[in-house]
């Protein structure tokens, strides 16, 4: 017995590891919370997009010796404003103009981590380094966190009622255009937040899964989102402990137990839904996995 | 699928029930198309006219009752639903009509051409169809879409709102369009929201979840049965001096799905 | 001059990397326009990313790494494929999360089990390059297979795109040329790994034919122009990096890239100086 719990605390009396668990909770409080409204507004493209095309402002900060976390900032917001100038040929459509800008960038920021002034980390850019955030990285990230989820507080009423019914929003008092803008500035600084601990091409693990689960076993959006914060920070625990003891790659075993986790909770939910669709008719196409409708929540 | 000539029926459909898993959305409908007649269908918005058009062309499976569809039948759907950034003509979009006709690595030749310009030429756009689809106005775009259902040989035409986003003159043209076509023994169901349209036709058919009424406009269009295909009550506004009343319905939300305007 | 333009290409794998290019160009151009007319970029993007872990597996235990790329982007794209019938766009939480899955499985198989971590940045960017006539001729082969699937399909395909609702109407089935469609941009996008890798593959597939889409209102000049111009930007791209010692892949991107926002530019002044001069007429 002693051994067990011997197993189980022994990792977090390393220092890497104590911070690392730090980020993880970071991790999981801005991707739960935020990644309820994600899903709320269907805004999962766009978080992948964002994250992705953010890299070259990544590469550019290990370039020039400047912190990632800023180069990730500024990533965001060229990202933003390039989608926002060239999505807008109709004949290619959004998501082919998007596709574009994230080649595009991608490119841009391959070129130049790959280049021989660069130095070499390029995986930590791609897939994280959670393993690896100095206290400096953490405090900041702390900050943002902090900033993203007393917005999330102050708009809370604001976000619901847009999302809910975008065409009477108005009528209520609620803004669109502000809950749309806030939401991409939100969905922007929590990837940058993110993108240390997971790299940018795994940063949608923690955005969209821990709330895609969450949504599967509750109904109602605040307790949703506390539920999405509580698994994303025991999804990134287990990932740790995979990481430390099995030797694997610290981000993709965060990112990869937070997929897990859903792909586990899928079937089941979907079994308690058959039960209950027996009861109730309702409408669902027969060959997708239902996933949560909307209409079923209580706002 | 085709009858003899001598079946005076282009569709008959009786004790007809359909829908989507676990939903019926469709339930004792019963009618008949004659060669020659234009069918009105109104009804609300999710009360069955898409699902009953899905039914006739053989799309969605009926969970009881029988459906003949005796003639080739071609749909014309709402301009809105197609694509205006396509690159394609409309000498293109009309010969789409043929596809079914042609095996697949046959292009269409010259006959094909010519039937498809003179499908064009029926919906009065020969001249417009070196021209991009897009290009066009709404009205004319919807008559594209006829001719290709004409290129198709369709017999009976199911028409989705066509008349929805046209302005004034673009509706007339469409209508004497409609009533050629329906003269030259064609039969068309054609669904509308327009009541003063539909008093012109053969037939009208009322829908809503389940078959409210079918049969002549002047039999049809009173006003317990628009009030219960609809769903609410007619608002009867006098006309102050000579006494006259007009009935109105109030305004119907379209669904969500966000309908592109007419570009 | 001639130094300057025709050097690079003396060199015996830069020439090969021009093969490998000019054979991809024909399928790369011609299925971009599908992939463009038919809103199939994010799903290509998907192809690509999620053949990464089976280009580590193929690695890992020696098999051929296009089979291991053919078999996880058609496994992924099937169900994929399936799950998405219905959705608007095709994405959904369970796409990302699984997509998401495949790239950390992908990692963890190359930085623990094979160590291969190494191959990771070929894997993901591409190796132009280091192309073998393998490579070339899978290139060419799906090229082929491009062309023959558009003459006997392009009809259905276009039709469909326009007008999805109808389409059984007009007398056809759409289900089956679907299909092919998908199962031909996974191919292609297989033959295209070992230029441009996981990440970038798209960049070859998607930029030029929607670059080439702001010109041209028809298919067939939108279908040579794309393949023409991605011959171009491929060839003055691996030009490019074998002058500065760049990625070529990444340059290509780039490239690609550049060129689609100068279009873009254009196009807006050009319109905006017509409609100025109409109005100053």
Redesign the interface.
Known sequence: MSEVLQAIFEPWTQGIMQRALAEVGLLGLVGGALGCWILFYELSYSAESLAHALFPGLAVAALTGLPLLLGAGVGVVVAAVAVAVLGRA??I?RDTSVAVVISALFGFGVVLALSPASPPGLQGLLFGDVLGVSNLDLLLAGALAVVVLVSLRLLHGQLLAVGFDR?TARSIGANPRLADIALLVLIGLATVVAVQGLGNLLVVAVLVGPAATARLLVRRMVPMMALATFLAFLAGVFGLYLSYYAGTAGGASVAGCMVVLYLVTLPLSALRRERR?LDA??????DLIPEATWSDLDV | MENGKDNPYLAEVSGLSAG????TVLRDIGFRVEAGSMVGVLGPNGGGKTTLFKVL???LAPFEGSVSVGAR???V?QTE???I?????VL??AL??T???LP??K?PGRVERRNALDALGEVGLRDLSDR?FGELSGGQRQRVLVA?ALV?DARLLLLDEPFSGLDGPSVKRLSLLLDRLSSEGRGLMVSIHDLEQVRDWDQVLCLNQRQVAFGKPSEVLTRPVIEVTYGTRVVMLGDGNSGRKTGILPAHHHD?EGRRGDV | MYELVFGPFALPFAQRGLVEVLALSVGAGLLGTWIV?RGLAFYSHAVGMAAFPGLVLAGGLGFAAPIGAFLTAVIFAGGLERLSRGKKSGYDSLTALVLVGMVALGVILASDVFLSGSDIDTLLFGSLLAISSGDVVFAAVASAAAIAAT???G??W??A???P??V?????GSRFPDGVLLVLISLSITSALSAAGAVLVTALFVVPAATM?LF????LS?QFGSVALVAVEGTLGLWLSVQTNAPPGATIAMLSGAVFVVAVVARRYTRTHAVYKKQSA
């Open positions: 109709p004949e459509g065409t669709k008719p309702g409408a669902g196409s027969p | 989507y898993a676990g939903r062309l053989g799309e039948c071609g749909v759907p639903r197609s694509r950034d396509y690159p394609v003509s293109d979009v789409m009509g596809l079914g006709r697949w690595w292009r991009q290709r198709q969500g | 007319l003459f006997l399909f009809r259905v276009l039709a795109g326009f007008d609702e109808s059984r109407s007009l007398g056809v889409r041209v209102r028809r298919m939108w």
